[in-house]
């Protein structure tokens, strides 16, 4: 998983921490001081904070990109931070028992709803906060206060990300899918029966990860 703020680029990585880099990525440099856990699942920017979610010891939060880390669990019941995201000043933490938020930059969580839920992913688009799990698709408007299942027309329940190009929904499970207005639910694309890890906008193109940051095909969806 990766984060941008600016000009830097962090890389979380299973055992070695997180890594920064200043220059696209020809150079990296390991930023783990006061991380004590080092598996990262999770890295988001909110502000001039970086946040990591970890395997097992919760979210550290950076305020100076990297350079020292500090725990932030207070409330947070579980230590397993699948996913991370920020919307509006709001900390979204994903785990394996539900979601959890946070409007203090991580100092105190609360609970966020879909309790019992293993969060796949959160992420923000189109002005709502999306959360995957393995019963499916759920949104909100109103910051985590209350979920709404949107899996009408999906083939598969494990919705595993969403991102957002010029107005248009894509959802990755197996082969993508785009959110048509007019009838209000997901409509297969071309790209079928393959799981989709995650999703990337750049420009006019939408590119999409088949497997976990393995291989990247370009799909020209305008």
Request: charged share 10%.
């Amino acid at each position: 998983m990766f984060t941008v703020k600016g000009a830097l680029i962090f890389a979380g990585t299973q055992g070695g921490g997180v890594f920064r880099s200043s220059d696209n990525g020809d150079t990296w440099i390991q930023v783990n001081s006061g991380l004590t856990n080092q598996s990262i699942l999770s890295l988001t920017v909110g502000g001039t904070n970086v946040f990591a979610g970890t395997i097992g010891d919760g979210v550290f939060v950076s305020a100076d990109n990297g350079d020292n880390w500090t725990a932030v669990n207070t409330g947070l019941t579980d230590l397993v931070v699948t996913s991370l995201v920020v919307n509006n000043n709001t900390v979204f933490a994903g785990t394996n028992s539900g979601m959890f938020v946070s409007i203090n930059n991580g100092n105190i969580w609360t609970p966020g709803g879909l309790a019992g839920e293993i969060i796949q992913f959160v992420s923000v688009a189109n002005s709502k906060v999306f959360a995957g799990t393995f019963h499916g698709l759920f949104h909100s408007i109103d910051n985590g206060a209350n979920w709404d299942l949107d899996n009408n027309g999906l083939s598969g329940a494990t919705v595993l990300c969403v991102a957002e190009r010029e107005g248009k929904l894509y959802a990755g499970t197996s082969g993508v899918f785009v959110f048509d207005d007019n009838s209000g639910s997901w409509q297969g694309t071309t790209l079928t029966d393959e799981p989709v890890y995650a999703l990337i906008v750049a420009g006019h193109y939408l590119d999409r990860f088949p497997l976990p940051m393995a291989f990247l095909d370009r799909l020209m969806v305008a």
